[in-house]
């Protein structure tokens, strides 16, 4: 097995300190306080390593989990996705304090302070952490969502609250070289629904439906190494200068959001077992990067390891 896949079968922790000391070679350090006598600490956990994802199933009684500031330390988003599977939390972040019951999910940044408690004597989450380049919104564009909660009950939401119900009920699985393009599809999911409650839940509406069309024709021509913001804007039939104002909203450029796009979708490709038959210069090339070099260093720059690496699977 590839060394970035690491299964851990579940297991039964009676200590708060040793599952704090287990988790945290997997998860963002933050301290564990139990409710009651630390001798009632009960907490059951089978983890996964995928890559740069980490997720775990947890069963456990009421405890607290918090994450204070660190002064001076500037760090990239880190994003956790929590499925609030049975019982009852409550999570605060960026000034929200939401209730999250049966079948909900939130998203909270593991980089910035946030308190969770879980409330209910029985309680099982899904968690799931993953980086910030993972997601196609720039960090701004979350700025609204976390601490928030999305009903689990109906809608768009249900459909997400289900397939991570499913991932929950088979972690194992996941292990299999398609595990993280499955994980990608999750992550996808959920940033259509954060994407969809901005263009829903602000004053400038329109504009973000508008926006949400031109990602659209972006992603339809993303191989296309002519694609720039002079030509986005006028197949959208606006002004080069309106375009730029629909993407600082979000918190991001035209020209980053196009490169950021096929960079994931190069590192998507490099890491899928279906196409180890094509090299590294055919995927780039594939989505758009003509230059061998810049692709090399960007790519790096935003991940981490090389290109090589990400079609080995050794990060």
């Known amino acids: 097995m590839s060394r970035d896949v690491e299964y851990f079968p579940p297991r039964e922790y009676r200590d708060a300190r040793a599952w704090s000391l287990a988790s945290d070679q997997l998860f963002q350090s933050t301290p564990i306080i139990p409710s009651g006598t630390a001798e009632l600490f009960r907490l059951r956990a089978e983890m996964l390593k995928l890559g740069r994802v980490r997720l ?11 994450r204070f ?3 001076g330390r500037q760090v990239d988003p880190i994003f956790i996705l929590d499925l609030q599977r049975a019982g009852r939390s409550r999570i605060e972040q960026n000034g929200q304090v939401t209730e999250i019951g049966r079948g909900d999910f ?15 004597d029985r309680n099982r989450v899904l968690v799931m952490q993953f980086p910030q380049q993972m997601l196609t919104l720039p960090p701004r564009a979350l700025a609204h969502v976390l601490g928030t909660s999305f009903s689990g009950g109906s809608g768009l939401a249900a459909i997400v609250s289900r397939f991570l119900d499913g991932v929950a009920d088979n972690l194992s699985a996941l292990q299999d070289p398609l595990g993280l393009t499955m994980i990608d599809s999750v992550i996808d999911s959920v940033s259509t629904l954060i994407t969809g409650r901005t263009a829903v839940g602000t004053e400038a509406g329109d504009s973000a439906w508008q926006l949400l069309e031109i990602r659209d024709y972006i992603m ?20 080069l200068r309106q375009l730029h104002a629909l993407f600082a909203k979000s918190g991001s450029t035209v020209a980053a959001w196009i490169r950021d796009r096929r960079l994931e979708m190069c590192r998507r490709e490099l890491a899928d077992p279906r196409s180890a038959n094509r090299t590294v210069r055919e995927i780039s090339d594939r ?27 050794e990060y």
């Not at 775990?56 to 918090?66: D, I, K, Q």
């Not at 939130?106 to 209910?120: F, M, N, Q, V």
């Open 220 to 239: 339809e021509h993303l191989g296309d190494p002519e694609l720039s913001p002079e030509r986005v804007a006028k197949a959208n039939f606006i002004s």
């Open 56 to 66: 775990a199933h947890l069963e456990s009684g009421p405890y607290l989990n918090e």
């Open 106 to 120: 939130s998203i909270t940044d593991a980089s910035r302070p946030y308190r969770r408690e879980y409330l209910e």
């Open 287 to 313: 989505w758009g990067f003509s230059n061998q070099t810049y692709f090399a260093k960007v790519f790096r720059a935003t991940y981490g390891y090389s290109p090589t690496a990400a079609r080995r699977r």
């Open 69 to 71: 500031p660190v002064e």
